[in-house]
């Protein structure tokens, strides 16, 4: 089991997180946190328009996390606000269950599949995506973001609900 978690590939991303350099200027800084593990996340993302032009994503935390917010620097940049929305929600499908996609490149992430079998560490994989999603939102909104933390958002069907539409 722990051999499927801890792929070579997570840990490569661990070990050299992709994105892991503050921006010299940005649009928008998010944190999160995920207590039940301790990661925490520092996103940091600019706008070329409606295009992620750069991301930054400082993680202090376990090998899932880090690795996610690895994968999601190397996926999300270059992309609209809506394709990386859509990528959060195909990862976060996977992680409820759900098949990987085939229509969605969703890059190194697959590596992380195995991590739906744990439930608790799946906060620990969609942390730096919630914070993605919200940081997103609030720079659409014109407003700071918010601290996203994972504690209290349920580890079933429906947990991290944090899209753009539904906080619009
Ligand atoms: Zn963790």
């Known amino acids: 089991m722990m051999d499927e978690l801890y792929r070579e590939v997570v840990l490569d991303h661990h070990r050299s997180p992709r994105g892991a350099s503050a921006l010299d200027n940005f649009d928008v800084q998010a944190s999160g946190k995920n207590p039940s593990c301790g990661d925490e996340v520092t996103l940091q993302v600019r706008f070329d328009a409606d295009t992620i032009a750069a991301v930054g994503v400082l993680s202090r935390g376990c090998a899932i996390s880090t690795a996610s917010g690895s994968m ?17 929600d195909r990862f976060k499908a996977v992680m409820h269950g759900g098949e990987f996609p085939v229509d969605v490149d969703l890059g190194d992430l697959e590596a992380l599949e195995g991590v739906k079998q744990f439930p608790v560490r799946i906060k620990c994989a969609l942390l730096p995506w919630v914070t993605l999603l919200d940081a997103m939102l609030a720079h659409h909104q014109g407003r700071e973001p918010d601290t996203i933390s994972t504690e209290g958002l349920r580890d079933d069907a429906e947990p991290m609900n944090v899209t753009l539409e539904d906080r619009r």
């Open 72 to 88: 999601m620097a190397e996926v999300i940049e270059g992309l609209t606000v809506d394709q990386a929305q859509e990528v959060a």
